[in-house]
């Protein structure tokens, strides 16, 4: 079993910053990418950023130069710093890893996801 436990949404004023942390748990034998997509009220989920197990990043255009993607790999922990945000950054943010378990079996997991609410 592999868990993803998310924190650190919440409620900011546009123009502020939010920093989430997604942990994976469980029977892990090696992580590959993790990720953060976000899922707006009434639109589809989409990508934020991805990071590699080297540290290899990508981001949506619309984040770029605001959001920053880093992860510790001791920890099998990744972040999303967010800044300067925007009332357009509120969504439900998910955090995504590809997993290989300790029977080597390779899978996407998802967090449960944690609201970011950017008021104007």
């Known amino acids: 079993q592999v868990q993803l436990v998310e924190s650190g949404g919440g409620l900011v004023q546009a123009g502020g910053s939010l920093r989430l942390s997604c942990a994976a748990s469980?029977?892990?034998?090696?992580?590959?990418?993790m990720g953060w997509y976000r899922q707006a009220p009434g639109k589809q989920r989409e990508l934020v950023a991805t990071?590699?197990?080297?540290?290899?990043?990508n981001y949506a255009d619309s984040v770029k130069g605001r959001f920053t993607i880093s992860r510790d790999n001791a920890k099998n922990t990744v972040y999303l710093q967010m800044s300067s945000l925007k009332p357009e950054d509120t969504a439900v943010y998910y955090c995504n890893a590809n997993i290989i378990t300790r029977v080597l079996r390779t899978s996407d997991y998802w967090g449960q996801g944690t609201q970011v609410t950017v008021s104007s």
């Open positions: 469980g029977s892990i034998f090696s992580i590959n990418a």
């Open positions: 990071i590699t197990s080297g540290g290899s990043t």
